[in-house]
């Protein structure tokens, strides 16, 4: 059982629209969830990170954790274009040293 | 990229042949890490450091080894280099809980490595 799962995608939204990203992880230990961004052929970069049930917000990116279900998901509102990118999502067990990916979704904003 | 550099950028290399890849990080953290992408198993984890001289191995060591001699840089090894090595390598860094109160990955930009 892969530690991070998440839906391949493609994701595509028109522009403006609400972008849904979701993932799950296997274990319960898993204490912070990040999501990063990674244009094609580029390396991945941080969008925010979360370790507390709810949400977080960071300008039109929105985090959600559900420790209990052991799903996180982010939000993107207002989608642009330049958010076409993949999005991984990751998971640090016990605030160590490890972090274990997802596969990353394809996102696609349609103009 | 925050303070890290890899090199080589690319390299094309034949099988069997040694390979080493470089990471070099300005930001004094204490740990390095090196992953490698593939198209369909996304960014699996290689090695890490937690020290000059302390290195653990991932869930993708097989076949890599590492070095750290310094703080600033962590050098990957593929000792005799195979065609299922052929990936994009990057070197990440992380300042497990310091100024962002995470321990949150910084990526290099990642070197691309073919062999033939």
């Known amino acids: 059982q892969k530690e991070v799962e998440q839906n391949s995608g493609p994701l595509s939204v028109p522009e403006g629209a609400i972008a849904s990203l979701n993932c799950t992880y296997s274990d319960r230990g898993s204490q912070s969830f990040f999501w990063y961004r990674q244009y094609s052929g580029k390396s991945p970069e941080l969008i925010m990170f979360i370790y507390s049930n709810g949400d977080k917000e960071d300008g039109r990116f929105t985090a959600q954790l559900n420790k209990a279900s052991q799903y996180v998901s982010l939000l993107i509102r207002d989608s642009q274009p330049s958010d076409s990118a993949t999005y991984l999502c990751a998971v640090n067990l016990y605030f160590g040293n490890q972090f274990y990916f997802g596969t990353g979704t394809s996102l696609t904003v349609i103009p | 990229d925050a303070g890290i550099t890899q090199s080589p950028r690319h390299k094309v290399t034949e099988t069997g042949t040694p390979v080493t890849l470089r990471c070099h990080q300005t930001?004094?953290?204490?740990?390095m890490y090196w992953y490698r992408q593939d198209p369909g198993h996304g960014l699996r984890l290689i090695h890490y450091s937690y020290g000059v001289k302390d290195t653990d191995k991932g869930e993708v060591s097989d076949g890599y080894s590492v070095s750290r001699s310094k703080t600033e840089d962590f050098l990957l090894t593929l000792e005799s280099a195979t065609s299922s090595q052929t990936s994009v390598y990057f070197c990440a860094i992380s300042d497990m809980g310091g100024s962002s109160g995470a321990n949150v990955l910084t990526f290099g930009a990642g070197s691309r490595l073919t062999v033939l």
């Open positions: 930001e004094n953290h204490r740990y």
